[in-house]
Nanobody, 116 residues
Framework: QVQLVESGGGLVQAGGSLRLSCAAS????????MGWFRQAPGKQRDLVAS???????YYVDSVKGRFTISRDNAKNTVYLQMNGLKPMDTAVYYC??????????WGQGTQVTVSS
């Protein structure tokens, strides 16, 4: 069973940067797809970015060119570098693990607030 713990959220002004980290426990980290989701108040939880073992990445259009997802298999950690933050990026950000069938493990979430 994979357990995920996020960190790195906070309050930042528009145009600023934050780096989120997701520490994973369990021996299968290198074999799964990892992703970052976000959920704003009153909205559904949406995939923001994901990365597979080979390093291929996916980004939702609204964050392309601003966010970068990466993973360090040796440290069992996935990161989300967020630059050029906008108020629209304000949300709770969740790390998740995909087992090839579904997103089966979730972190507790970390709040990101971007002030204008």
């Amino acid at each position: 069973q994979v357990q995920l713990v996020e960190s790195g959220g906070g309050l930042v002004q528009a145009g600023g940067s934050l780096r989120l980290s997701c520490a994973a426990s369990g021996s299968i980290f290198s074999a799964i797809r990892m992703g970052w989701f976000r959920q704003a108040p009153g909205k559904q939880r949406d995939l923001v970015a994901s990365i597979i073992q080979g390093g291929n990445t996916y980004y939702v259009d609204s964050v392309k060119g601003r966010f970068t997802i990466s993973r360090d298999n040796a440290k069992n950690t996935v990161y989300l570098q967020m630059n050029g933050l906008k108020p629209m990026d304000t949300a709770v950000y969740y790390c998740a693990a995909h087992n090839g069938i579904t997103w089966h493990a979730w972190g507790q979430g970390t709040q990101v607030t971007v002030s204008s």
